[in-house]
């Protein structure tokens, strides 16, 4: 059989995907117990989550009004939206820690107490929901023994609601959870991708896994509903391993691990084994494996549009070839599972679907798939049915069930390939989930959650707590400056710009102030800025960071996001000024990281910072005025550009003494601010070649952060080698040095932009 298997180069249209998962919580602190990880979790939230979890728990068993106690519509609104509100601010308490303590895992162990807490919460709150109901019957049966109607109607009610126990807390753990994906995705995973890069998210399967909302209590039915009926006992063929070991050799015969991470180094014979079912495993993860492996007609349909559409002939060859070898691939799956009498069960499966809730219960999913796969137990379960006729409400008949069996032996092939498709699917999506809540239940036993006064002051005594608390629930305290950035911006011929304006008879203070300081200020608390010192002709800026607050630790960063809208604003009021045949406005701007908290002293009342970054972002800001003539002729692509002279050799220079720089609207970024702005946020190194910019290669490093009040902004950092010039000022070669400028080219960002 496997001769008629696909060769390697038919396979190579096979993009299949993985499934891991960067989670867990192993580097974490043990706690008091030197076992599970002590957490604090703020009360406010845990009080919300009580009264959210009880009104969605009363909403979903449609308990009655005197029962539930339910708020009105609006003040039921506001709750579920404090709750929104309050698990977004300690999810962000999270990301707080886990950045001051560069370790993701701090936010993973958040999310995980956050979704042991609510799976409490709904345990406790549906007792709370029976006993609420239990509370007024004793009531009403002690005082007003004359309401037997009411009595009995209550009674059935509560009944009704434990007999439903289940579904009732399954639909409220996922009308729960899709708050939580909700907050993940529109307040969360920016914010995490800005810091920890996209490794750091957890997929929203997890949240809306099934199983992880009936808590693993699953039976048939359930399997049926969601999934795939699977075997459980020891007789079976189709259970969860047997499918699993099928598949595993499967994709072994076929050898699509042998197409996959071409031009890597072929792994060890000791290790290949290991290194191959742990890529197959990660496939049999991913549920839009099924398409891409064995779905022809889904790529035929796309194959039809591309016709239609008239695309290009060599993607039209790639479909139909993939096509063809995707129908191949499915055949042999086919084949394979009919001898092993797997695919009957599957058909079966299937085919019991629109029927079942008229026998189940008395019956068992499980025995109406016997009844249509096995022929000798066909009397067992007539009979059985037989024994319930007068006990079941709806009759029992036996005749739907043998139209099943002769209806299964018309089934064609194509409805079998389909049936095997559907469960393709629904089985990978079950693995994936089981797979997930394994991984959750395990993560879960490692965490202590605990309000209890004396675990807490134990744990924290020995810096071993962990606390997800609200703002106000914190210590509170003006917290020290830990370090500092300095913004320097220099405009360039402001002695030749007040000179024009004074002889056209204008004030050159209110030309400065409208085209440059004011609007400048306006954007300031944008980024968290504040003045240092401001003189004619330039503005000195800091970000400051202070200790313990890391949800604010993009001070680098927000100083390149400010200096990019600094020199968007002189580019806005240039074109005005162009109009009205005012001066143009040029900046040089040098952002300096100083890795420790300014001086200040006072004259009178005013504050001055002493810092060493003042002095470097001054120069970082500096355009050497022979190189500016040189270059402002080459039209060179970008706006800054670093030199060292051969014949510097001052030994009482520091390093930067002895550059030179054409700095004309550019932005300058000191070696020590790119490497914490390496530790702000995740960037992206790419080398990429833009003819219309420059013929050499471009190395820049992209990536994103927030801003005071949370947008997201790009930032573009391109890194080059300082260069040797002579005298002359011609190149002579490369140091060992590197500089760095915060990009504003269009077309750079254009690049990137088509990138995404």
């Known amino acids: 059989m496997f001769n008629r298997f696909p060769q390697l180069s038919e396979l190579k249209g096979l993009d299949i995907q993985s499934y891991p998962i960067h989670f867990s919580l192993k580097r974490l602190v043990p706690g008091v117990d030197n076992v599970r990880c002590d957490v604090n979790l703020s009360r406010e939230f845990r009080k919300t989550a009580g009264k959210v979890v009880y009104n969605l728990i009363s909403k979903h068993s449609r308990a009655r009004d005197s029962v539930q106690k339910r708020e009105k519509q609006s003040a039921w609104k506001a709750e579920s939206n404090k709750f929104k509100r309050l698990c977004t601010d300690v999810l962000m308490s999270a990301v707080n ?3 001051m303590e560069r370790e993701i895992q701090i936010l993973f162990l958040a999310q995980v107490t956050i979704i042991k807490q609510l799976l409490d919460e709904i345990r406790k709150q549906f007792d709370a929901l029976v006993d609420r109901y239990q509370e007024i019957l004793r009531k009403l049966d002690i005082s007003h023994r004359e309401y037997t109607k009411e009595l009995i109607k209550l009674n059935d009610e509560k009944s009704h609601i434990q007999k439903n126990r289940k579904q009732i807390t399954c639909d409220v753990a996922e009308e729960l959870f899709q708050y939580i994906i909700d907050i993940l995705h529109n307040k969360i995973e920016d914010v995490l991708i800005s810091n920890f890069g996209p490794d750091s998210t957890i997929p929203h399967e997890i949240f809306s896994n099934p199983i992880l909302h009936t808590g693993s209590s699953i039976d048939d039915v359930f399997m049926l509903e969601r999934y795939i009926l699977l075997g459980h006992r020891g007789e079976d063929t189709v259970t969860h391993s047997a499918i699993i070991a099928q598949l595993k050799k499967f994709f072994m015969k076929l050898g699509l691990h042998e197409n996959r991470d071409t031009g890597k180094e072929a792994p060890s014979e000791k290790n290949i084994k290991e290194e191959v079912e742990k890529k197959i495993e990660g496939w049999l993860n991913h549920v839009d494996n099924v398409n891409i492996i064995f779905n022809s007609a889904l790529t035929q349909n796309k194959l039809n549009t591309l ?118 699917e629904k089985f990978i999506a079950y693995n994936r989930d089981r797979n997930n809540y394994l991984m959750l239940k395990e993560a879960m036993n490692w965490v202590n959650l605990t309000d209890t006064e004396k675990t807490i002051n134990l744990s924290k005594a020995n810096h071993t707590l962990y606390e997800f608390l609200l703002p106000h629930e914190q210590e509170v305290g003006e917290k020290p400056i830990i370090n500092h950035v300095i913004i320097k911006t220099d405009v360039r011929g402001s002695t030749d710009i007040t000179h024009q304006i004074k002889e056209r008879g204008l004030n050159p203070a209110y030309y400065f102030s409208r085209n440059f300081f004011d609007p400048i200020t306006e954007i300031l608390s944008e980024y968290g800025a504040t003045k240092v010192f401001i003189e004619g002709d330039a503005i000195i800026l800091t970000i400051s960071e202070k200790e313990e607050t890391p949800i604010g630790w993009y001070s680098v960063a927000r100083a390149c996001g ?125 080398e990429c070649s833009i003819p219309e910019l420059q013929e050499e290669k471009i190395k820049i490093h992209i990536g994103t952060f927030p801003t005071i009040t949370g947008k997201y902004q790009r930032l573009i950092i391109r890194e080059d080698q300082i260069r040797k010039i002579s005298d002359d000022l011609k190149v002579t070669g490369l140091t060992e040095n590197k500089y760095y400028e915060v990009c504003t080219s269009s077309k750079l960002y254009e690049y990137v932009k088509n990138m995404d």
């Open 97 to 99: 820690t886990a950045k």
């Open 307 to 424: 016709k239609k559409d008239k695309g290009e002939n060599g993607d039209a060859n790639r479909l139909a070839m993939l096509a063809k070898t995707q129908d191949k691939i499915l055949n042999i799956l086919y084949k394979d599972f009919s001898k092993k009498g797997i695919m009957s069960w599957i058909s079966s499966s299937f085919e019991i679907q629109p029927i079942y809730r008229t026998y189940c219960p008395p019956l068992l999913p499980l025995d109406l798939l016997q009844f249509l796969i096995a022929p000798r137990e066909r009397n067992r379960i007539e009979k059985k049915l037989k024994r319930l006729k007068g006990v079941s409400s709806a009759p029992l008949s036996i005749k739907p069930l043998r139209q099943k069996v002769s209806a299964l032996k018309k089934i064609k092939p194509d409805k079998h390939k389909k049936y095997l498709l559907k469960f393709l």
């Open 562 to 686: 400010l200096a990019i809208n600094m020199l968007k604003i002189t580019k806005k009021y240039n074109v005005k000024n162009k109009k009205a045949k005012f001066p143009r406005l040029e900046q040089g701007i040098g952002i300096c990281y100083h890795d420790a908290p300014p001086t200040f002293l006072f004259d009178g009342d005013n504050q001055i910072m002493i810092s060493p970054a003042i002095n470097l972002a001054d120069r970082l800001s500096s355009c050497a005025k022979p190189l500016r003539k040189l270059l402002v002729k080459q039209k060179r692509p970008f706006n800054l550009y670093v030199f060292q002279k051969e014949t510097d050799n001052n030994k009482d220079n520091t390093v930067d003494d002895s550059y030179y720089r054409y700095n004309v609207n550019g932005i300058e970024l000191s070696p020590s601010g790119f490497e914490k702005l390496a530790e702000e946020i995740d960037l992206k190194i790419i």
